[in-house]
């Protein structure tokens, strides 16, 4: 009977270690955090700068947010407890090799040249007929360290069109897997005495 129990014990043991770390890619701050403020990487909503596209990408997030209820969003970036980093993949034209224009932009208004030879730069899908491509929408989460530093990511994902809209694929997907780690219980109201 005791032999039996500790049998039993050592196969169960790891089970229940593994229930604890069923999501160890969804870190405890998106348990704890209660505000979130979106911005790009070139800045917040307030960036003169940003394009329509990113913009865009910035508002629709934050609808989202606010439809999923378990994040309110932060006025400001220092306010929060989580920094969501969108992208808005951009239209990328490939040139051959050895092309004079091969490491210039495109002049603004005109959609980013990839340079193959560029290491720093990937495209988000694979070459089109006509050279063109689309590369990935992302979102990446992030905290802030001490100095207002970005730290992290602490949970990233990305998809050709993943921020489109009322159908934000990527914040959809962030929601999911938080939601499965960390079930939002919701609070319970206190009557009025």
Known sequence: ?????AILLLIAAPLLAQDKKR?????????????????TRDGGIDNLKLSREDRNAILDTQDAIQDW???????????ADLIFVVYKGKLTRDLPKGSPNANQRNAPGRPPIYNPNDA?????SPISPDGLNQEKDELRVYTLDS????????????????????????LRRLR???????????ATKQSAP
């Open 120 to 124: 720093s730069q990937t495209p988000g």
């Open 69 to 79: 209820g378990r994040y309110t969003l932060a006025p400001a970036r220092i306010d």
């Open 176 to 186: 999911d897997d938080v939601e499965k780690a960390y079930p939002n219980t919701p």
């Open 147 to 170: 100095k207002g530093k970005l730290q992290g990511p602490l949970w990233h994902s990305e998809q050709e069109n993943g921020l489109q809209g009322a159908n934000c694929v990527l």
């Open 23 to 39: 999501h160890p890619y969804i870190p405890e701050q998106f348990a704890t955090a209660k505000s979130v403020y979106v911005e």
């Open 1 to 5: 009977m005791l032999r039996t129990l």
